[in-house]
């Protein structure tokens, strides 16, 4: 992992040296693109493009984690403002918010300030929480997850099925879409691991829960996940993150074909 100076990343937040790129989302049935992830990239003047494991963790520990959440919020806000009137206007954006960030007394109040500066409809943003090892206020995390709801977003919960993101969340927090983490479609190649991604399927149905496979990478994991009654998949078998002068090309490309 590469070493970082936390003056960098200060720079770079100051210097709008952060970027958005998009992984796209398809429809397991339809195999249309119907959302993307916002995914973000660090153009280092000094260092070149460095991926978010380079830099997440040490912000999430120095406190700048906050920062970079509504900084991204901001570029899909802006982006799906762009989007809409356009034939692009179905497809929606699901932006990552560390519960650090959901957690923090002010996080709504920013969260609409940012949102009423763009013209989009709110029920294509989703607010994707994801998994973290801190987590500062859990109460009030869980309280302006439910005011995100307010404020017209989806609400996406990461990581489901690894680390400290559990079973327990679908409970916690008003979910609308889970993504069913990649080590557990792994173990699919099993018995028992076909059984238990079909099993968080059938669960998130019963609560009124869509699904999302991530990290589907090979034709015979396609055609598992598209089997399983999963009604989105997410992966590189579809295509990798990309920046985001490249996406609308890529979307026409796509329906091309």
Not at 29 to 38: M, N, Q
Not at 108 to 115: A, G, V
Not at 177 to 192: A, E, F, G, Q, S
Not at 224 to 232: I, N, T
């Amino acid at each position: 992992m590469e070493k970082i100076i936390l003056t960098d990343i200060l720079n770079g937040l100051k210097n709008n040296e952060f970027k958005m790129y998009l992984q796209f989302i398809v429809d397991s049935k339809t195999k249309e693109i119907v959302s993307a992830e916002a995914l973000s990239r660090w153009y280092c003047p000094n260092k070149g493009i460095i991926g978010p494991v380079n830099y997440i963790g040490q912000m999430e520990e120095s406190g700048l984690i906050s920062e970079h959440d509504f900084y991204m919020f901001e570029l899909a806000c802006r982006q799906l403002e762009k989007w809409k009137n356009t034939e692009f206007k179905d497809i929606s954006i699901s932006c990552n918010f560390t519960r650090i960030t959901l957690s923090e007394e002010d996080c709504i109040e920013r969260l609409k300030k940012i949102s009423d500066k763009y013209n989009f409809d709110k029920t294509k943003l989703a607010i994707e929480i994801t998994e973290d090892a801190i987590e500062k206020d859990r109460e009030n995390a869980q309280k302006n997850v439910v005011l995100c709801k307010d404020l017209g977003f989806m609400v996406y919960l990461d990581d489901l099925g690894s680390g400290y993101t559990s079973l327990s969340n679908l409970c916690d927090y008003p979910i609308d879409v889970v993504k069913i983490d990649r080590d557990i479609l792994l173990k699919t190649n099993t018995p028992k691991g076909e059984a238990l991604f079909r099993g968080i399927v059938a669960l998130a149905h019963s609560m009124d829960i869509a699904a999302i496979g991530e990290g589907v990478e090979t034709e015979e994991q396609n055609n598992l996940v598209s089997q399983s009654d999963c009604d989105f998949i997410q992966g590189w078998y579809y295509t990798k993150a990309l920046p985001l002068g490249e996406c609308e090309a890529f979307i026409k490309n796509y329906n091309a074909v």
